[in-house]
């Protein structure tokens, strides 16, 4: 299959001085009449212009040449402490209908404390205690529960929430709170060592 093409080439005035225009016409096919416009730069004349000078005529045939005029660091100051992946709210919602089972069967539902209040919109008590369950585990931080009051977490979570802490509102745990706590494990301690010395 011949193309028969016909080039006409001239002056740019549009362009600096030394730059050529060429017009390549196309005379077969099915793109005849189609005209390629190509830009060639002959000797630099123009000492004015600053490379980088992109050679347009076609970049598959003439180079372009990029010159360094800085030095660029890298910056590492923008990493502050840990860099986890944020959690997405109400992750654990995805643990919803999922219980716990042994080769048994089923085991038991556990019921939280009366002051362990549920914070969150549609948050069910399964969903708290897998929320509560999982900062216990995974945090590295206090568990404080959320700060903010319930109706602005209701209105929109996705601002008042905190994601690093469980769906509970926030718990006060007091001094009178971890001694009675210390005394039941003093109990069940004494109720296990009588069982064991009766075996």
């Known amino acids: ?58 970049i598959f045939k003439q180079p372009v040449t990029v010159y360094k005029t800085q030095e660029s660091k890298v910056k590492t100051d923008l990493k502050h402490g840990s860099q986890e992946k944020p959690k997405q709210l109400f992750w654990e919602k995805r643990l919803e209908g999922l219980t716990a089972c042994d080769a048994n069967g089923v085991i038991g539902t556990t019921s939280l404390p009366k002051y362990i209040k549920s914070l969150g919109p549609y948050v069910s008590d399964a969903t708290t205690i897998q929320s509560l369950a999982t900062a216990l585990h995974v945090s590295s931080q206090p568990i404080t529960g959320q700060t903010g009051s319930k109706q602005t977490i209701l209105e929109n979570p996705g601002v008042f929430l905190n994601p690093e802490q469980p769906l509970i509102a926030a718990v006060t745990i007091t001094k009178e709170d971890v001694r009675k706590q210390e005394e039941r494990v003093k109990k069940a301690r004494l109720r296990l060592q009588k069982a064991l010395a009766v075996a």
Do not use: F, H
């Open 1 to 58: 299959m011949n193309i028969s093409i016909e080039k006409k080439r001239s002056d740019c005035a549009a362009l600096p001085k030394g730059w050529q225009r060429e017009e390549v016409i196309r005379k077969t096919g099915l793109s005849a009449g189609k005209v390629d416009v190509y830009y060639y730069r002959g000797v630099r004349s123009d000492a004015s212009l600053v490379p980088p000078i992109r050679q347009t005529a076609s």
